[in-house]
């Protein structure tokens, strides 16, 4: 079943997840139910839709995962209109030049409302990769997909991607939904089984990386 488009509600959080643009990427908003406080997690692709979603919320921040063009590129307008803070880790604020408000860091929490999301840093894709833990769902940016790590670079990139994949996200319940930057989500139960067979068939290989698929 496709999940690109959702909308759903936890006990805390109005949760929506816009799939947005030709690269299928995903973008999210959060909203505290009982304060209708809200936030944005990633800016692409079309602020018109972005902002229509927020509809009937106070906008208080804006988050980033990371700031790889096609996660920004609406990021500007959106900034514009709601005037809000940006909240970036310190380590993608430099390599992109991008002026933030905020930083994130690992193991802290942002709250808007009521709610309170963990910042997780997890380091391969960009450098400062942080994705947004509540329990039983992460938003992880482009760390982990459902068939395979995000794209890397180079090798030592893809290594310390993996290290961040077994030591960040397999680490979490293992009933947590994972929700990428780009298209379907997957889970952290599943993402152990194929990680752990990725592994058992001698992967990663010598000098890999780029776009690596579990399979
Ligand atoms: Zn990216």
Redesign the pocket.
Known sequence: MSNLNQNFDTETINFQKLNLGPYSNNVYILTCKKSKKSIIIDTSHSSKDILSACKGTEVQFILQ???????IDALDEVREITGVPLGLHKKDKEEFGITSDFELKDGEFVSFGDVSIKCVHTPG??KG?TMFYFPGHCIC??TIFPGGP??TWSHEQLLQLLKSIKEKVLTLPKETILYP??GENTTVAKSKILVSKYELNGNPQKEDFGDITWE
């Open positions: 995962t990371h700031c790889h063009g096609d996660h894709h960009s990769m940016g482009d995000g794209k930057g780009h």
